[in-house]
């Protein structure tokens, strides 16, 4: 099993900046993709990055692209979320995803990852 514990949500003003982080613990060597997700109030939870094993492949919702940057360390199990430019659309409970499963893309959707934290959330407010 794999524990995921998200920390760095908070209340920003439009135009901010947050990092949230991710720590895994357990049989963290199991762990290949990586991935945040969110989910505003009355949406379905959506994928906003996810990143390889290694960092070397990442991708990015089309809403955040060029705000936000997802990043992994893996000496220290952690995988992190860098979000610029914030707007209030960016409110919403933020979710750290784990994937054990070996896929030749890099997964986006929800069930492509059997690991989830309990969230953290982000307010932007105007």
């Known amino acids: 099993q794999v524990q995921l514990v998200e920390s760095g949500g908070g209340l920003v003003q439009a135009g901010g900046s947050l990092r949230l982080s991710c720590a895994a613990s357990?049989?963290?060597?199991?762990?290949?993709?990586m991935g945040w997700f969110r989910q505003g109030p009355g949406k379905e939870r959506e994928c906003v990055a996810s990143?390889?094993?290694?960092?070397?492949?990442?991708d990015a919702a089309h809403s955040v692209k060029g705000r936000f940057t997802i990043s992994r360390d893996n000496a220290k199990n952690t995988v992190f979320l860098h979000m610029n430019s914030l707007k209030p659309e960016d409110t919403a409970i933020y979710f750290c995803?784990?994937?054990?499963?070996?896929?030749?893309?890099?997964?986006?959707?929800?069930?492509?990852?059997?690991?989830w934290g309990q969230g953290t959330q982000v307010t932007i407010s105007v």
């Open positions: 357990g049989r963290t060597f199991s762990i290949n993709d």
């Open positions: 995803a784990a994937s054990s499963w070996s896929r030749s893309r890099l997964g986006i959707e929800t069930y492509e990852y059997e690991y």
């Open positions: 990143i390889t094993r290694n960092g070397g492949s990442t």
